[in-house]
């Protein structure tokens, strides 16, 4: 399922960001979706996902993003959305969109994730 990954961009701490994952195909509908993020010199680290279709509309965050991040999805629109608000200069990222069909228990691992976007850059200003 090819993915892409749009509206990064700069941003000063305590604004608000939507990135959009976008795939070009229509069994989107059947895979978790997920967000993952990596700084400058460290690991790819989990940010959100949100559950396939008919799963009931389940998502999880890292303990990081809770509160200030949403996750949704489209499935009409074959897209999924990240909404960043209270946005930190720690925040700053490249941002990844992912799909997996693994059990949703691991959706937090890279490991599980074949299909990437392209990753979309997040600067957040202090």
């Known amino acids: 399922v090819p993915l892409q990954a749009s509206g990064g961009g700069l941003v000063q701490a305590g604004g608000s960001l939507r990135l959009s994952c976008a795939a070009s195909?229509?069994?989107?509908?059947?895979?978790?979706g997920a967000w993952f993020r990596q700084a400058p010199g460290k690991e790819r680290e989990f940010v959100a996902a949100?559950?396939?279709?008919?799963?009931?509309?389940?998502?999880r965050y890292a303990d990081s993003v809770k509160g200030r991040f949403s996750i949704s999805r489209d499935n009409a629109k074959n897209t999924v959305y990240l909404q960043m608000n209270s946005l930190k200069p720690e925040d700053a990222a490249v941002y990844y969109c992912?799909?997996?069909?693994?059990?949703?228990?691991?959706?937090?691992?890279?490991?599980?994730?074949?299909?990437w976007g392209q990753g979309t850059q997040v600067t957040v200003s202090s």
């Open positions: 195909e229509g069994t989107f509908r059947n895979f978790h």
């Open positions: 949100i559950s396939r279709s008919g799963y009931g509309s389940v998502s």
């Open positions: 992912a799909v997996t069909q693994i059990v949703w228990s691991y959706v937090h691992n890279t490991d599980h994730y074949t299909t």
